[in-house]
Nanobody, 126 residues
Framework: EVRLVESGGGLVQAGGSLRLSCAAS????????MGWFRRAPGKEREPVSC???????YYSESVKGRFTISSDNAKKTVYLQMNSVEPEDTAVYYC????????????????????WGQGTLVAVSS
């Protein structure tokens, strides 16, 4: 069974930085898609950023230029570096993963990933 464990959430002031990590176990596809999604209070879950095994990435417009996704294939871990955070970034952040299922942009926008983590809370104070 594939398991994803997120870490790194917490309280941060606006303008600050935070780094989320997602470690995958029992996960070793030839190619993969992994990503971060978030659900803000009172809102639906939305994609934030995704990365594929070949390094292709997707970023939502709201985080482009501020957040950076990266992966360590040896550690089977994906990271989300969050810089210049804003109160609007407050949400529960979820990690998701699956075997590669096509274009990473479409996969991310459609949340087309099979396995999900439990989530980690990010709270940004103004």
């Amino acid at each position: 069974e594939v398991r994803l464990v997120e870490s790194g959430g917490g309280l941060v002031q606006a303008g600050g930085s935070l780094r989320l990590s997602c470690a995958a176990s029992n996960f070793a596809p030839d190619d993969y898609a992994m990503g971060w999604f978030r659900r803000a209070p009172g809102k639906e879950r939305e994609p934030v950023s995704c990365i594929s095994g070949d390094g292709s990435t997707y970023y939502s417009e709201s985080v482009k230029g501020r957040f950076t996704i990266s992966s360590d294939n040896a550690k089977k871990t994906v990271y989300l570096q969050m810089n210049s955070v804003e109160p609007e970034d407050t949400a529960v952040y979820y990690c998701a993963a699956d075997e590669a299922r096509g274009d990473i942009i479409a996969v991310c926008r459609d949340s087309y990933l099979e396995v999900w983590g439990q989530g980690t809370l990010v709270a940004v104070s103004s």
